[in-house]
């Protein structure tokens, strides 16, 4: 079975460059991840779709995150995630978990090492 892991990281910021930029960074390692043979959960996929004019507000993506969070194998942490509310929430939810997490500077490698030190 595939090991399933959860990217979180930024989203939203007061300017809208830096908004497209962030949700490229998820959908980027989505790809990435993917390819390396992973099941991705990408919250950012929820933002599109409330862009595309969904009905959810920002508590509502985060509520729908932690089942999500629970579910994975490992937390993937894009640059910059300690300025999210949300992928700080979502990293105290793995630690609680004792799911292990691994930063974006590590890429793949370092998914795998966290997996291998969870197994």
Do not use: C
Request: hydrophobic share 45%; aromatic share 10%.
């Amino acid at each position: 079975m595939r090991k399933v892991i959860y990217i979180g990281g930024p989203i939203s910021s007061p300017d809208t460059i830096q908004v497209f930029y962030n949700l490229s960074r998820f959908f980027y390692w989505e790809m990435r991840l993917t390819e390396a043979g992973f099941s991705v959960i990408n919250p950012a996929a929820d933002v599109i779709s409330l862009l595309m004019g969904g009905r959810l507000i920002y508590d509502d993506l985060l509520a729908k995150d932690e089942p999500l969070v629970k579910r994975s194998d490992t937390l993937f942490l894009l640059d910059r995630w300690n300025t999210s509310r949300g992928a700080r929430r979502e990293k105290r939810w793995a630690t609680q978990l004792l799911i292990p997490h691994t930063f974006e500077r590590n890429g793949i490698e370092g998914v795998r090492r966290a997996l291998a030190v969870a197994a």
